[in-house]
């Protein structure tokens, strides 16, 4: 099995900045991919950004050049730094994993628990 858990979050004021982090542990063959994404109140939850194996990313549009995905393979770990922090930012943030899994040839997808970003304004 596979656990992740996340730190990070909390309040900051619009125009400021917050990193989060997400850390697996576990059977881990390897790691496909690694991906942020975000459920604000009464809305679908909805891709971020996204780092693969090989290192590329991709990010939403609403938060280009604002956030940045990075990733530590030797820890299993991924980061998310916001800067520029926007009220509409506001949510519950989930790292998702996409790993193979001892002794399968097989990849699964595995979801952090979620932390809190409140931007005030």
């Known amino acids: 099995q596979v656990h992740l858990v996340e730190s990070g979050g909390g309040l900051v004021q619009a125009g400021g900045s917050l990193r989060v982090s997400c850390a697996a542990s576990g059977t881990i063959r390897s790691i496909n991919a690694m991906g942020w994404y975000r459920q604000a109140p009464g809305k679908q939850r909805e891709l971020v950004a996204i780092?693969?194996?090989?290192?590329?990313?991709n990010y939403a549009d609403s938060v280009k050049g604002r956030f940045t995905i990075s990733s530590d393979s030797a820890k299993n770990t991924v980061y998310l730094q916001m800067n520029s922090l926007k009220p509409e930012d506001t949510a519950v943030y989930y790292c998702?994993?996409?790993?193979?899994?001892?002794?399968?040839?097989?990849?699964?997808?595995?979801w952090g628990q979620g932390t809190q970003v409140t931007v005030s304004s």
């Open positions: 998702r994993f996409t790993v193979v899994v001892v002794p399968t040839p097989n990849a699964y997808n595995y």
């Open positions: 780092i693969t194996s090989g290192g590329r990313t």
